[in-house]
């Protein structure tokens, strides 16, 4: 589902207690989800915290200049050719929404939660099962509710369902859950 310039989407994947990471890493390896990030990400401008940006640039995945990034840190010297660093969430998303590419929050905790105002859609793979870890994906119930798009998969005995999620009707905020 190509995305819009100057769209805001966040893009997570979280387990049944809304888990998403362990230890500065994903607490699961699922190339399938790996990818949907990638694809939906591919050429467009990512605001993300500084934890979740290096585990990026260690994988390997900033240097290939396909996607943008909108770093939030006090740190300075993460600027590079692909890289502007910014020392709130408010800025990085201001400065991605001006850069006229569709915009994709990725997390961490922070970010998401400082950037749901003003986030159209949530793309959100929820996997079937329970995994140890220390961070958490804050609540997205007041802001997100109609379901778009579903599609449940499977990798190495591991279920899981790709969802994209719309901005929840102030009227239905009490009555959806996912
Ligand atoms: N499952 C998923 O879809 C998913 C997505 C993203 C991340 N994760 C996981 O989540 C964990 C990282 O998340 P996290 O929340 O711990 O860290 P994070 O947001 O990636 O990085 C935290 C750092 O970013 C900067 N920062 C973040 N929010 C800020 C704000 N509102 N204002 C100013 N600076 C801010 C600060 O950097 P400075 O200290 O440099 O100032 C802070 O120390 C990792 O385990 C990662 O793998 C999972």
Redesign the pocket.
Known sequence: MPTQAGTISA????DENN??????????RIRE?WKW?LNHTKGGACV????????MLNGGTVSNGQRKYF?????RS?AGPHTQV????MEAVDAAVESGLPVWI?????????SFPQVDKLYI?RIHNKYE???Y?PDWKEWFGPVEYRRDSSENGIDYTFMILGRQHVADRASLAV
């Open positions: 893009i997570v994947a979280c888990l998403i990471g362990c230890r500065t890493g994903l607490p699961w989800d990030f993300i915290g500084r934890l979740s940006y290096e585990a770093v939030v840190s006090a740190d993460l910014f020392g709130s969430t990725c997390g961490g905790v922070r970010i998401y939660e400082e793979t870890g220390d961070r994906m």
